[in-house]
């Protein structure tokens, strides 16, 4: 059997609460309903086996033992064996908190849905 990790990609989630946050690479929310994203574009995020989230370069995959690894590489890709070993492009690292932000979205309200709306109009 050959598994092999999902696509990642820039993207915004939204909280239990309506907040909504965003980041250059995968987002995900973890056991506490908080969203992290990578701080790296098309960087990957993954739970580990307690639901804490951990960020990564490049794209990141579980191991057999739970062991959340990453690419050294911005965008790079893993692959994960049908022994359940990680292998990564560049070579595997750790995935960290580190490399995690919780950045809030910006939000336009009514007005300003309308000013932007009025600028785009042509003369």
Request: net charge negative; charged share 25%.
């Amino acid at each position: 059997m050959l598994l092999a990790a999902s696509p990642v990609f820039a993207a915004c989630l939204q909280t239990l609460h309506g907040d909504v946050y965003c980041g250059a690479g995968r987002c995900l929310v973890d056991r506490d309903g908080r969203v992290w994203c990578s701080k790296f574009p098309r960087g990957d995020a993954e739970k580990t086996i307690h639901g804490i989230v951990l960020c990564g370069k490049g794209a990141c995959a579980k191991d057999i033992n739970g062991t959340v690894l990453c690419s050294s590489e911005l965008d790079g890709a893993v692959f994960v064996d049908a022994k359940g070993l990680v292998h990564c492009y560049g070579r595997c690292e750790a995935a960290t908190a580190a490399h995690c932000e919780a950045v809030r979205a910006d939000k336009v309200d009514d007005t300003e849905s309308k000013e932007i709306k009025e600028k785009q109009q042509p003369d």
